[in-house]
C-alpha cells in the first residue's frame, strides 16, 4: 500500500527522528552555529510521544558536563537540575541483609558529586524550550513510520502523520497518508532499539565490525513520601538480591524534589532462566528491609519500563550512513558502571551537528557525514567508554560477585595506567540467544503483591496512562504466528509473558486447560522494546503505533 501512495514533503536542512537529550542537543547546536555564522539552517524533530518527554524514562542522576558545553548558563536559564546529589551508596544486598561498599573503593568517576537528581523527561521539555527559542520545528505526536530513499540509495527523510488504517488494514474514514519530511541529512536519535535504526543497521551493515549490542530491561516508579522519610540528595544503588550471582543487574534509589523518591530495577537482559520476571523481581526487590523503609507511608504516582543499551564501546555501530548518523541511544552511548547515558547521548548530537553543519556550509548533502564518526572517536564519550569496556563482560562471564571484583580492579588499572590486563574482551552472544531451555530451570514463585510496596502489572501500567487508539493494527508484529505456541512454549516457556512489564503477552487456555493461544494486548504496550531484544527466536518485530500512542510519562 505505501508504496502507490503520494504524499506531501516538506525540505528541511536536517530532519531529527526522536526528542530526548541527543535529538534536542543536536537541534540548538545546529541553529546555535547558524546564528554564531549568520547563516539559516532549517530543522525539524519529530517526536512519537504526545509532548517532548511523554516516552523519556531514566533514573536520573545527570551528569551535566554536556549540558554545560551546549548551554553554559542553564543554571541562570532554569534548568530543572536542582537536586544535587550530596550523598552516595552502594549496598550489596542478602535476602535480609546488606553490606554497605565503601565508596573510596570505586574509582572516581564512579562518584555523584558534581551531578544532579532530576527528572530526564523534563529536562527534555526545557531544553525544548530552548530549541524552539531558536527557531527549531518541533512535532510531537508524528511517529516517523518509514524511511525515504533517494535514487542513489541514500536515505532522503522519513514519513511521519500516517493516522487512520483499521486493525484489519482497511482505509478508515479519517485516513492521512502521512507526510514526508526530506532533509539534507537525517539524525536518528529514537533511542534504544529504535525501528528505523534497526532497520538501517540491517541495510548498510553497521554492526558488521562491532559486538552484538547488549541491553537490560529498567523498571521504575516514582513516589511521594512523607517529608520526614525524604533525604534529598541521596543516591543509592544496590547489587544482589533478589538476582542470584549468575544473573546481571541492580537498583537504583534517588530523593529529590518535592519529596520524591525515584526508585527502579535494572536486569541484564542476558538471564538465562526463561522463568524470571523482571517486572516481579523488581515488586520483590522493594519489600527488603534496607528499601522498604524508604516507601513506607508514601505513594505510587508513576510507572514506566525502558530498554538500556549495555554493549559500550565494543558494540557502537558504525555511527555514519549515505544520507544520516546515528546519535545517543540510536548509538549505544550508556556508560554501564556509572548507570549515565544522557550526557554522552548529548555530546553525540552536538558532535553531529557539528559535522552537518560544516557538509551544509560546503553546499554537501545525502553523502555520509564522516566528520561525525571521527570526532566521536576523539571525543570523551569514548574515552569515557573505553575505561569500563570490560565491566559487563566480566559480569556476564564471571557472575556478580566475582565479576564486579574483576571489574573494579579493571577500571583502577585503566583509569590509572590507560591500560587492561584483559585487553578488550568480547560479549559474544546476543541477549535472545543467552535465554536458557524451560526443561533446566524450575518455575519462579513470586509472592503476590500487598498492594501497598508491591503491584501487578496491570495497575503499574494504568498509572503510566499508556494508551493507543484501539482500532489500528497491532504495532507488536510477529514474523511467523505460530511460533509462540509451536516453539517458544515448550522450548522456553513462553517467556513474552514474563520478560513483558506491561502484560502486553499471554498464553491462554480453553476450560479443558489445553489448546493454548498467544494473545497480544497491544494496548498495553509501554514502549520498552524488550520483547524485540529478548524473544529468544527473534519472532517479535517492535513497530512505531500511530503517533502519540504509548505511556505519558509527566515526571520520568
Not at 512535532?139 to 486493525?167: H, I, Q
Not at 533525604?231 to 547489587?239: I, K, S, V, Y
Not at 546476543?430 to 502489572?457: E, N, Q, R, W
Not at 493461544?517 to 519472532?539: E, G, L, M
Request: aromatic share 8%; with cysteine; hydrophobic share 35%.
Amino acid at each position: 500500500m505505501t508504496d502507490a501512495v503520494e504524499r506531501e514533503s516538506m525540505e528541511y536542512d536536517v530532519v531529527i527522528v526522536g526528542g530526548g537529550p541527543a535529538g534536542l542537543s543536536a537541534a540548538i547546536r545546529l541553529k546555535q552555529l547558524a546564528e554564531s555564522e549568520g547563516r539559516e539552517v532549517s530543522v525539524a524533530l519529530i517526536e512519537k510521544g504526545s509532548e517532548i518527554g511523554a516516552h523519556i524514562l531514566s533514573g536520573a542522576v545527570i551528569d551535566p558536563k554536556a549540558l554545560s558545553e551546549l548551554i553554559p548558563d542553564w543554571k541562570e536559564k532554569g534548568a530543572p537540575l536542582e537536586t544535587p546529589v550530596t550523598t552516595d551508596k552502594f549496598l550489596l544486598l542478602g535476602p535480609s541483609g546488606e553490606i554497605s561498599l565503601p565508596m573510596f573503593a570505586f574509582p572516581p568517576f564512579m562518584h555523584n558529586h558534581g551531578c544532579y537528581i532530576a527528572s530526564l523527561g523534563n529536562v527534555c521539555r526545557w531544553l525544548a524550550t530552548e530549541a524552539e527559542a531558536l527557531g527549531v520545528e518541533i512535532y510531537p505526536g508524528f511517529a516517523a513510520s518509514e524511511l525515504v530513499y533517494r535514487d542513489d540509495g541514500s536515505v532522503k527523510g522519513v514519513v511521519v502523520g500516517v493516522v487512520g488504517v483499521g486493525k484489519d488494514g482497511e482505509l478508515k474514514t479519517d485516513y492521512q497518508p502521512g507526510m514526508e519530511l526530506h532533509g539534507n541529512y537525517l539524525f536518528i536519535a529514537e533511542g534504544v532499539r529504535g525501528s528505523l535504526a534497526k532497520s538501517l543497521i540491517s541495510k548498510f551493515k553497521l554492526d558488521a565490525n562491532c559486538e552484538p549490542q547488549k541491553f537490560g530491561i529498567g523498571i521504575k516508579e516514582m513516589w511521594q513520601v512523607p517529608p520526614e522519610k525524604h533525604q534529598p540528595g541521596l543516591a543509592q544503588h544496590t547489587t544482589g538480591w533478589p538476582l542470584d550471582d549468575k544473573t546481571g543487574g541492580g537498583s537504583f534509589m534517588y530523593h529529590f524534589g518535592d519529596n520524591y523518591v525515584a526508585i527502579g530495577f535494572v536486569t541484564h537482559l542476558n538471564y538465562k532462566n526463561p522463568y524470571l520476571s523482571p517486572f516481579d523481581e523488581f515488586q520483590r526487590f522493594k519489600q527488603h528491609p534496607s528499601v522498604r523503609p524508604h516507601l513506607e507511608g508514601g505513594r505510587r504516582i508513576a510507572y514506566g519500563a525502558r530498554a538500556i543499551t549495555e554493549g559500550g564501546l565494543q558494540s557502537i555501530p558504525k555511527l555514519s550512513f549515505p544520507g544520516g548518523v546515528l546519535i545517543g541511544c540510536s548509538a549505544g552511548f550508556v556508560n554501564v558502571p556509572r548507570i549515565k547515558g544522557s550526557h554522552n547521548a548529548m555530546k553525540s548530537g552536538m558532535l553531529a551537528a557539528e559535522a552537518a553543519f560544516a557538509a551544509l556550509g560546503e553546499g554537501r548533502s545525502g553523502d555520509e557525514l564522516t566528520a561525525y564518526p571521527t570526532a566521536v572517536e576523539k571525543s570523551w564519550i569514548l574515552k569515557e567508554l573505553k575505561v569500563v569496556r570490560n565491566a559487563k563482560p566480566l559480569l556476564s562471564r564471571y557472575g556478580t560477585m566475582i565479576g564486579a571484583a574483576l571489574g573494579m580492579f579493571d577500571m583502577w588499572t585503566n583509569h590509572l595506567f590507560g591500560l587492561s590486563a584483559f585487553g578488550t574482551l568480547k560479549h559474544g552472544k546476543t541477549d535472545a540467544a543467552s535465554t536458557g531451555l524451560a526443561k533446566d530451570y524450575k518455575p519462579i514463585a513470586y509472592p503476590k503483591p500487598d498492594g501497598v510496596i508491591s503491584f501487578d502489572k496491570l495497575s503499574s501500567v494504568f498509572i503510566s496512562n499508556t494508551n493507543h487508539e484501539e482500532d489500528q493494527p497491532a504495532h507488536l508484529k510477529l514474523k511467523d504466528a505460530s511460533v509462540p505456541i509451536s516453539v517458544n512454549l515448550p522450548k522456553y516457556g513462553e517467556p513474552a509473558r514474563l520478560y513483558c512489564p506491561a502484560g502486553v503477552y499471554e498464553v491462554v487456555y480453553d476450560e479443558a486447560k489445553s489448546n493454548p493461544k498467544f494473545v497480544i494486548n497491544a494496548q498495553n504496550c509501554v514502549h520498552c522494546k524488550t520483547c524485540d531484544i529478548k524473544d529468544p527466536s527473534q519472532n517479535i518485530n517492535w513497530t512505531t503505533p500511530e503517533g502519540g500512542g504509548g505511556p505519558n510519562y509527566p515526571n520520568m
